[in-house]
């Protein structure tokens, strides 16, 4: 055990993100609570994070820097939030390298936590592009509120956990959120069952039935960077998804969930397969005969196919179900191909409306 020193540990994963980790962290020291540690661990970086990093930690005693070869943003994540700094905070707030937050967040979200003693404190976040704040058009149900929602442990499995099975509810990321140190600690320390897809998900996974007191407040805090989506072939994309896939299968039955869980996560994993298809295609460039030799390979992953069997066995509207589990390659593909093309034609039209 450490001895409590800082009421707050921010940890941030950082890695090759020179352009923005600076005005990332200006954010964090300019806030109204100042009673934090903030915990950088440059996971690798080939650029200038890291002396970027040490540079303002030089300037700032707040500033802890944690230097390792690169394991990807699950791991790096993990190492700050098992450090000794961290573990002398009371509470623990995660932020990505590339984001920034409001003045107040954290004395919004500290306050809040002391209040009404909450193991987890939920906040609304927003859009952040060039330097401009969007407000998104959705809004999570669960920010459809005035003041702070309590929920105990029970409230949380039937009405908040399945957000985590397909359901958009609740946001399932870690930001935003202000955890007790224990808890994040307990949920975080596991061995990491994706590499880059669903990482935060597979953390909410385990912490949400841990939770007994989650308390989500409206207030927008924190500002998540768009723009920088990727284009490049993500291979472990569906492997990530398959692992998920088969830990919400194992979660599902051991908190015996009121709602029909296996009914979402299976619709997602559909969905899933189309996505992944696609980025075969687009991203990959596969040739026709790789395409097809692919969506055979899929059809016959174990959880697809249940999957799609399930689906098949409840309704007989699902069409990608019905495709999959019979396997009917040509059908997927002449259909993969028609969405292409039509996705390509509108953002042509994008492209052009943006000229105007």
């Known amino acids: ?31 109204t609570f100042q009673n934090f540690k903030l915990v950088l661990v440059n996971d690798g970086s080939k650029d200038k994070s890291g002396k970027i990093c040490d540079d303002m930690a030089k300037k700032d005693e707040r500033i802890y820097v944690i230097h390792q070869e690169n394991k990807g943003a699950v791991e790096a994540r993990k190492t700050g939030v098992l450090s000794q700094e961290a573990q002398k905070a009371d509470y623990i707030f995660l932020s990505d390298a590339d984001d920034v937050v409001e003045s107040d967040a954290l004395e919004k979200l500290y306050n809040t936590a002391v209040k009404y003693d909450a193991d987890c404190v939920c906040a609304n976040m927003r859009k952040y592009w060039k330097g ?45 959120k202000l955890y007790k140190s224990a808890l994040i600690t307990k949920a975080i320390d596991y061995p990491a069952i994706v590499r880059f897809m669903g990482e935060d ?35 472990d994309m569906l492997n990530d998804f398959l692992a998920l896939y088969d ?19 299976n619709i997602e994993l559909m969905n899933i397969v189309i996505s992944w298809l696609k ?21 016959e992953i174990k959880e697809v196919s249940h999957a799609a069997m399930q689906l098949c066995e409840r309704e007989n509207k699902n069409q990608i179900a019905l495709m999959v589990y019979n396997q009917e390659i040509e059908e997927i593909y002449t259909r993969l191909m028609q969405q292409i093309d039509a996705q390509k034609r509108v953002d042509k039209i994008k492209e052009i409306l943006k000229k105007i």
């Open 1 to 31: 055990m450490y001895t409590k020193k800082y009421k707050i540990a921010v940890i941030i994963p950082v890695y090759n993100a020179e352009k923005y980790i600076k005005k990332c962290i200006k954010s964090f020291q300019k806030q």
């Open 132 to 176: 401009i704040k969007v407000n998104s058009k959705y809004k999570s149900p669960c920010f459809n509120i005035k003041a702070p929602k309590v929920y105990n442990n029970r409230d949380i499995i039937e009405k908040i956990y399945i957000s985590c099975f397909g359901i958009t509810d609740y946001p399932v990321n870690l930001a935003a």
């Open 201 to 235: 998900l597979s953390v909410t996974l385990r912490c949400l039935p841990l939770t007994q007191r989650l308390v989500i407040i409206p207030d927008i805090i924190y500002n998540y960077r768009i723009g920088g989506g990727t284009s490049r072939f993500m291979p």
């Open 247 to 265: 830990n919400k299968v194992k979660l599902i039955y051991k908190y015996d969930m009121p709602q029909d869980a296996m009914f979402y996560i």
């Open 279 to 299: 980025m075969c295609q687009k991203q990959g460039r596969y040739l026709e005969i790789q395409m097809k030799e692919e969506i055979k390979r899929v059809c």
